[in-house]
């Protein structure tokens, strides 16, 4: 997280938080009649009224398909849709607006990318360069689709501090290697990894890079142009959005050169049975009527990050992660897993003697929600040698308060199980 | 206050020291089998009679508190019971999951399975407690393989 946050903006004050909460009603529900503390945020985020409203608004009076009819509610609709692409180039800074492409997901992008360059770019023997914290998607993707085609994956090993091992990236990064793709911020440990360093080492080698942004758009200000990554991917449900929209970032030259990997309609300019050519960039990656209330969903989660400013949500967030920290700290038997330099709001714990479910049934019990088993890393998990991990990761909406109360939960959990 | 219940004295009472745990030093046939989901596993270790009679029974495993629980009074329900009593026990068993009520007879039968009642509220642990069952089904089904193929 660069320094820059905190000398711009002045921090969310206790009022900003309430008032924040108060735009989120599932925050003043009660579970097993105790008040919800959702610390699941790393697995999908809430939406604020202000989305939910656009939601129903839409479906209230602005509903049509957006395939560029001629009626009014089709036009208006695609304008909608349309708008939000806009708004994402602007949030994660692309220089083009073509350069965003709609998906259903941040997995669905990941599996997009690895199908499509492995219609012409991976060859037999070429490497791809994965890290061992990669999330399922970012792994299975590959295996499916380029080692298919012949193509290796080799693995940037992790540290026991939860950082990665940058020499043996280096070593790694051979003129085999065709393609690197790593996670920027990761699920279980919370590192935030180097990413303009190892993209900066693989275009010294024109090895592009892929950067999964499952965890970092949410958490801190990503600038695509700064990094220099060649393709970034993130999901709206994580960022205060609906599930079933995703964006893949892809620099126009490689949108351009890239194969489509869904056909359908939109995405084409005539089709025949002898000859069908394709809709330009990045249309030509979008076959079939979109997630259009999704997207328009999205567009607002965005305005509301912007309403609160992405760096004073990150420097909130940081704040939550120290002050977790130390309390974690204070209790016994009790182990962070990941204590890397950079870090971002997300812990996973360790419990002696305490499997991560149990903990977690009863922490649910108090009405925390925590997520508890591999995070979809099994490799991680395994390099740990965990068969899994109970983790609270934060949002916004957060507070101490509820960091409190969770340490005396957790407390409890050591009461009842050890 | 729920939390007792399900993670009450005898839940916890079986997780901390499991009944009949440990590798048997002589027995028919074992089974393991491991939960994907989680990484929770056990393997049963039996020896049975010629009238299908379990004889003796142990069982090792990692896991959960519901998981080792359900498999530390399994093993003990089990005991020089035949196969049929389990699959009754199982029947009784798996309706604690669905039924509102637990009828007299299957409170009687399934002892301190009864706890298992309150995973009503926990579909996803229910997965837990029932690991243990099915993998000593496998163990007797492959049992009852191996002696079928005897001479």
């Not at chain 1, 791809?128 to 295996?143: C, D, F, K, P």
């Not at chain 1, 700064?226 to 079933?244: E, M, N, W």
């Not at chain 1, 120290?322 to 330099?341: D, F, H, N, P």
Request: with cysteine; hydrophobic share 40%; glycine share 6%.
């Amino acid at each position: 997280m660069s320094e820059l946050v905190r000398e711009v903006l002045p921090n969310l004050s206790e009022s900003d938080i309430l008032s924040i909460r108060e735009q989120f009603p599932i925050l003043g529900r009660t579970v097993h009649n105790k008040p919800l503390v959702f610390f699941d945020n790393g697995a999908s985020s809430q939406m604020p009224l202000s989305v939910i409203e656009r939601l129903t608004t839409y479906h209230r009076f602005e509903h049509a398909n957006v395939h560029r009819g001629v009626h009014y509610l089709s036009q208006s609709a695609t304008d909608s849709y349309e708008k939000v692409r806009g708004k994402v180039q602007q949030f994660i800074n692309a220089k083009h607006e073509e350069e965003i492409v709609w998906t259903y997901g941040t997995t669905d992008a990941i599996n997009f990318v690895a199908a499509s360059l492995s219609q012409f770019y991976f060859k037999e023997g070429d490497e791809i360069l994965l890290t061992e914290m990669e999330h399922h998607a970012n792994i299975v993707s590959w295996q499916i689709h380029a080692v298919a085609k012949g193509a290796k994956i080799k693995v940037i090993p992790v540290l026991d501090n939860g950082e990665l091992d940058l020499d043996a990236f280096e070593k790694l990064l051979t003129e085999k290697v065709k393609f690197v793709s790593l996670i920027h911020i990761s699920n279980v440990l919370g590192t935030v990894n180097p990413v303009e360093y190892i993209i900066h080492k693989a275009h010294e080698k024109n090895i592009p890079v892929l950067i999964d942004g499952a965890q970092s758009a949410p958490h801190e200000r990503v600038d695509v142009q700064q990094l220099d990554c060649d393709f970034f991917v993130f999901s709206a449900h994580k960022v205060y959005g609906p599930t079933g929209v995703g964006v893949l970032y892809g620099k126009r030259e490689w949108l351009e050169k890239m194969p489509p990997v869904r056909g359908g309609g939109d995405m084409i300019r005539e089709v025949s049975f002898e000859k069908t050519t394709f809709n330009d960039v990045p249309h030509k990656f979008e076959a079939g009527t979109p997630n259009i209330n999704g997207v328009i969903a999205f567009g607002a989660a965005i305005d509301f990050i912007h309403s609160i400013g992405i760096e004073r949500i990150a420097a909130h967030e940081l704040n939550l992660l120290q002050y977790a920290t130390e309390r974690i700290s204070e209790l016994e038997k009790v182990k962070i897993l990941g204590t890397a330099s950079n870090k971002a709001s997300i812990i996973s714990l360790i419990m002696d003697g305490i499997h991560p479910h149990d903990a977690g049934t009863i922490l649910d019990l108090d009405g925390i929600a925590v997520r508890t088993g591999h995070h979809c890393a099994q490799p991680l998990m395994k390099r740990f040698n965990l068969p899994a991990t109970t983790r609270a990761s934060f949002a916004v909406y957060n507070t101490t308060s509820e960091i409190d109360i969770f340490i005396q939960s957790l407390k409890k959990v050591q009461r009842i199980l050890s | 206050m729920i939390s007792t219940e399900l993670y009450g004295d005898i839940l916890r009472k079986h997780s901390k020291s499991p009944l009949n745990y440990g590798v048997a030093e002589q027995f028919d046939v074992s089974y393991n089998e491991k939960s994907p989901l989680c990484g929770d596993t056990v393997t049963f270790y039996l020896t049975l009679n010629d009238s299908y009679q379990i004889d003796s029974v142990s069982f090792t495993g990692t896991g959960c508190a519901i998981c080792l629980a359900s498999a530390s009074i399994l093993s003990e329900l089990v005991k020089k019971k035949s196969i049929a009593d389990f699959e009754m026990f199982f029947e009784s068993f798996n309706r604690l999951f669905s039924e509102p009520l637990i009828e007299e007879n299957s409170a009687k039968l399934l002892g301190d399975l009864v706890i298992f009642s309150s995973l009503k509220e926990f579909p996803a642990r229910q997965k837990c407690a029932l690991l243990p069952w099915q993998t000593l089904i496998k163990a007797i089904e492959s049992y009852k393989n191996i002696e079928s193929i005897k001479p």
